[in-house]
């Protein structure tokens, strides 16, 4: 190789010139990635078309970045298990990226990198199927678990050893791994309409028991989670929607002297958000009513006559939250009934959550936000105060040591664990904890002991000690790790 | 003067957007590479003050490519650049040596973020 191009001038950054660096660079990688599955070079194949992604997401091109990663996930498949590849797959997946990218480069949707809006016409075509028992997807993805501890202990294991051939192969066997579980997670997504399409029945049957009217509609049912989210999703939805209709919407002759249109409108949508999915269940209804909530509360000595009045939206779901509060006879007067604590539950247990906006009047909405995929995630472990933690990579901005004379928060401290209080002999390490806009949270752990595949299982009982424990996780030697609720625990230091 | 830069990525596209961005913000891009191998070959010869590193490149990884840089100059500054759904590797990337990392496609300002980090 060269010494690269010639350096430029420095200049704006301009969409033609990415435009056309786009198109050029990307059918350039892509021949290269013909050439490359021609001759089975599955590797090569792999970075070209991990190439094309990088530079279609920097473009905006949503349509070919999708198409790519679907490629991407075939080869990474297929390296995984080491089966010679199908020459038809993946000639017609590096035909599908290719004819998302000629979409993409041509010039009715060219535009500049980071572009906000991305046209539509570029969704990748129909991919081909096969069906697949979920029992099968299961019980591979298990197997898969599995292997991400064995690696685990192989990559401590190779790091006593110190045999740089050894070390290459197992960072080769790290990353197989990875692509091997992120395919099998991918497998397992389904659309939420499968879910969405069950729940007009629901709305119409609560709508005929409760003598309501509503105009029920759906939205988003495209987004994709795992099999297991979209089941467990399936009962707090619909507990959210019989509320709705029972409890939020008026009877058609009070909507009437509110001015309101006879039919209440209930909506569910599911947008993606980062690192999952929120689904939302509004209506149109009168809101619920904070001083009756309140007063009960009060009554039932659940929050002390000196309690903020009006409550605001987080203090009314905490206490509509409360095990059988709303399984009372406040249900109807309340304007939220049974079942909030049921919702509130399942969506802890997925290691979601649950928010609520409500205005008089004007109608609730309920907010269930929960992870795409359930099944193993990749953690940080560190020791703080002596105690080890798992925390979710997808919330660390990285890791480093401490300047010089720096003090940072101790995170031992900072999770009131004050029978192990921080380590402070030693300089520690510094973990950064991603609070997105707000920047990255610096705290101070004894060491950052490594990077491992963690099943995170949830621990509603720990939840209720520690507020920042999203769940645990089994180490490799048996001893159990908390995993920590990052933005429960942003939230906490700097509500 | 100037802080230096070596940008390691095999995209012309993503070469050419590290530099827009970096010599906006004033700074000095030096050389650039396209694979690992010549990643690290380059940091011998030019030594400059930061390298930008892609994770996914032909003949020795981004990963590999920070370790043996790193072998030769313990302080070198390496920002780590990775694709959406590798944030697995990131980890592995910080080990390998890597101070900073950012996640494609890149906000210009993330980029500035964490080279002022590694050059403070």
Known sequence: ?495 | MPRTALICDDALFMRTMVGDILQQAGYTVVGEATTGAEAVARYRELRPDFVTMDIVMPDMGGIDAVRAIRAEDPGARVVMCSAMGQQGLVVEAIQAGAREFVVKPFQPSRVLEAVERVLA
Request: a neutral charge; one cysteine or more.
């Open chain 1, 1 to 495: 190789m060269g010494a690269g191009r010639p350096v430029p001038p420095a200049v704006a950054l301009s969409a033609a010139r990415y435009a056309a660096l786009f198109s050029a660079e990307s059918r350039e990688q892509l021949v290269r990635a013909r050439r490359a599955a021609d001759a089975a070079d599955l590797d090569a194949c792999f970075r070209a078309v991990h190439t094309v992604k990088g530079m279609a997401g920097a473009m905006g091109h949503a349509g070919a970045e999708a198409a790519a990663h679907a490629a991407e996930s075939l080869l990474a498949g297929w390296r995984a298990d080491g089966a010679t590849p199908s020459a038809d797959e993946l000639t017609l997946a590096l035909d599908l990226l290719e004819s998302a990218v000629d979409r993409a480069a041509s010039p009715a949707v060219g535009q500049a990198p980071n572009g906000a809006s991305i046209a539509a016409a570029t969704a990748p075509a129909e991919p081909r199927t096969v069906r697949v028992d979920a029992a099968l997807l299961d019980a591979l993805l298990d197997v898969a678990g599995e292997l991400a501890g064995v690696r685990g202990r192989l990559a401590d294991a190779a790091a006593r050893v110190g045999d740089a051939a050894l070390a290459r192969a197992v960072s080769d066997a790290s990353r197989l791994t990875q692509q091997l579980q992120a395919a099998l997670q991918e497998a397992r997504l389904v659309p939420l309409a499968e879910l969405f399409d069950q729940l007009p029945r629901v709305v119409r049957e609560a709508a005929r028991a409760s003598g309501r009217e509503v105009a029920f509609e759906t939205a988003g049912g495209d987004a994709a989670v795992d099999r297991g989210v979209l089941d467990a999703l399936a009962e707090p939805l619909t507990h959210l929607l019989r509320n709705a209709v029972d409890h939020g919407v008026e009877p058609p002759d009070e909507r009437a002297r509110a001015g309101k249109p006879a039919a209440g409108q209930v909506r569910v949508r599911a947008d993606r958000v980062t690192g999952g999915v929120r689904v939302t269940v509004a209506d149109d209804g009168r809101g619920v009513d904070r001083a009756a909530v309140r007063a009960a509360a009060v009554a039932r000595g659940l929050l002390p006559p000196s309690a903020p009045d009006p409550l605001d939206d987080a203090a009314l779901l905490a206490v509509l939250a409360r095990p059988g509060f709303s399984t009372a006879a406040v249900g109807r007067v309340s304007g939220r009934g049974v079942g909030v604590d049921a919702a509130l539950a399942r969506v802890r247990a997925l290691g979601g959550t649950l928010a609520l906006e409500t205005a008089p009047g004007r109608g609730t909405r309920f907010a269930l936000t929960v992870p795409l995929t359930l099944a193993v995630a990749p953690a940080v472990l560190v020791t703080a105060g002596g105690v080890p933690y798992a925390v979710p990579v997808a919330h660390v901005r990285g890791t480093r040591e401490p300047h010089p004379g720096e003090t940072v928060p101790q995170l031992a401290d900072l999770l009131g664990r004050a029978d192990h209080p921080a380590d402070t002999s030693t300089p520690g390490d510094v973990l950064l904890l991603d609070r997105g806009a707000r920047g990255p949270l610096a705290v101070g752990v004894d060491r950052v002991d490594g990077q491992r595949d963690c099943v995170v299982k949830p621990v509603p009982a720990l939840r209720a000690t520690f507020r920042t424990a999203a769940g645990a996780t089994i180490l490799d030697g048996g001893e159990v790790a908390l995993v920590l609720d990052v933005p429960a625990l942003a939230a906490r230091l700097s509500p």
